[in-house]
């Protein structure tokens, strides 16, 4: 079993920063990707922005110059740091990783969320 848990989320003025964290914690061989992503009540859940074991990055055009996110591989976690908040940022983020679990031997593949974490960007 993999596990997430994430936190940073709260309550911040618009033009605020904020840092959310996750650490993943089981049996994994590998996490291919990690990232973050978010959700508003109504809507599908959105990608924020998401690493690679590789080191490659991707980001949505709507938080694009704004937030950065960075992964310790030897630490199984990610931090998201956001910038420029704005209202519309607001959401509960979720972590997500994607990967295997095993060894050397044998893998299977895993795709976790963490708990969600709440964002408020006030106006």
């Known amino acids: 079993q993999v596990q997430l848990v994430g936190f940073g989320g709260g309550l911040v003025q618009a033009g605020g920063s904020l840092r959310l964290s996750c650490t993943a914690s089981g049996s994994i061989f590998i996490i291919n990707a990690m990232g973050w992503y978010r959700q508003v009540p109504g809507k599908q859940r959105e990608l924020v922005a998401v690493t690679t074991s590789g080191g490659s990055t991707n980001y949505a055009d709507s938080v694009k110059g704004r937030v950065t996110i960075s992964r310790d591989n030897g630490k199984n976690s990610v931090d998201l740091q956001m910038n420029s908040l704005k209202p519309e940022d607001t959401a509960v983020y979720y972590c997500?990783?994607?990967?295997?679990?095993?060894?050397?031997?044998?893998?299977?593949?895993?795709?976790?969320w963490g708990q969600g974490t709440q964002v408020t960007v006030s106006s």
């Open positions: 997500n990783a994607k990967g295997s679990i095993g060894d050397r031997y044998w893998q299977r593949t895993f795709d976790v």
